[in-house]
């Protein structure tokens, strides 16, 4: 079974922390896209049975419902049976309505991942995100109307201080919603965005590690306690709920992606298409390969991914694999970072905390201090 990742780069305007090669329309080219998605399906040769298949963007939902229908009508027509069980969409709560819902549903996406980030209006007008936060619930409503109840929530954390963002209430606020699944985002500031450039200017402040950490473990705490289970560093769901397509990347599984920056693997060798709408377009228009560029991985690089990702998530990695770590593993474990079990070592949540200073120690290329 294959796991199909669609790029699609579409925004109305670009959000205050968002480094993503994205093209900013007011008019969305539904057709150019759907005519240069068919072209790299052509060029990617036979595709097998379909397990899961993930819009990303961008802003999925920004695309005409006909046009998602389309493609989707598609890639079930190119695909050999069975056909993917999980389908899920990227949608911005602004673009949530009654007809739109139903026709996402009948086109076949039965989860959507939302992007709430905050109920606080004032944070989200800081985030240029252009919802308020009445919308996020009356989305939910309604695409539970239109028959789509598989909906994660995604919110962003460890913002400025001087936001004076309350998180505790944001959570609260998530929950009552009862949303089948919680994806959290730690707010970093990265170069060339309209956050970085605030930064820079002392406008605002970079968030300090200490109420990263605070927040992550409330939220740690509060969504465990409401029942869902942390199968993943950023990630909690219902019995049942977890995502099939992340999941996938997470144990290291095969996957296709297309559209814009989509990455594909094969299990040794990854390779990505050109970033930027307008290049990767122009290159399927005039019969070229999207690829920018590949990678293929060494036996060693293999391993260390594994370990990365293994340790990213709720099953852990098998103590096997962590060679020569005995020393540092112990010391972990006195700290609180690891547990063992069996064979079994994986972190706790303020292991997850320490994740790449934690994977740099075992691995004996960093020393944790
Ligand atoms: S909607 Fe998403 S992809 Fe688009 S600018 Fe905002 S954060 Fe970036």
Redesign the pocket.
């Known amino acids: 079974m294959h796991h199909l990742y669609l790029h699609v780069p579409f ?1 109305v ?3 205050s ?2 480094d ?1 090669s ?1 093209a900013v329309r007011k008019r969305i080219p539904a057709d150019d896209y759907l005519a240069a998605i068919r072209a790299e399906w052509e060029s990617a040769g036979p595709i097998g049975p379909l397990e899961t298949i993930h819009l990303g ?3 999925p939902s920004l695309l005409p419902s006909d046009a998602l229908a389309a493609l989707l009508r598609y890639v079930v027509d190119h695909t050999s049976p069975p056909y993917a069980v999980e389908v899920t969409l990227e949608v ?1 709560p602004e673009d949530v309505t009654p007809d739109a819902a139903t026709a996402w549903c009948r086109a076949g996406v039965n989860r959507v991942s939302l ?1 709430a980030q905050s109920f606080d209006d004032s944070v989200l007008r800081w985030m240029h ?1 252009s919802h308020d936060a009445g919308r996020i619930g009356a989305a939910v409503e309604t695409l539970r109307r239109a028959g789509i109840d598989n909906v994660s929530l995604d919110l962003i954390f460890a913002l400025p201080r001087e936001l004076g963002r309350d998180w505790s209430r944001d959570l609260d606020l998530a929950l009552a919603l009862e949303p089948a699944h919680l994806s959290l985002y730690g707010l970093t500031v990265e170069p060339r965005t309209p956050l970085a450039r605030w930064v820079s200017r002392g406008a605002t402040t970079a968030t300090d590690d200490e109420r990263y950490a605070e927040e992550y473990l409330l939220a740690h705490e509060r969504l465990s306690g409401a029942g869902y289970a942390f199968y993943e560093v950023s990630n909690a769901a219902r019995a049942g709920r977890r995502s099939r397509h992340n999941s996938a990347y997470w144990s290291g599984r095969a996957y296709l992606g297309l559209g814009p920056a989509a990455h594909s693997y094969d299990g040794r060798t990854r390779r990505w298409n050109l970033a930027a709408w307008e290049a990767y377009h122009r290159a399927l228009a005039a019969g070229r390969s999207p690829v920018e560029s590949e990678e293929t991985l060494s036996d060693e690089q293999r391993e260390l991914e594994r370990l990365y990702l293994g340790l990213r998530t709720a099953a852990g990695v098998p103590s096997t694999i962590l060679h020569q770590s005995t020393e540092v593993l112990r010391s972990m474990l006195v700290r609180g970072w690891v547990l063992v079990e069996g064979n079994t070592v994986r972190c706790t949540p303020e292991g997850w905390l320490r994740l790449d200073a934690l994977v740099g120690a075992l691995t004996g290329s960093v020393a944790t201090s």
Request: one cysteine or more; proline letters at 0%; a positive charge.
């Open positions: 925004c305007r670009r959000c922390y968002c993503f994205i963007g961008g802003t911005n992007g995100r």
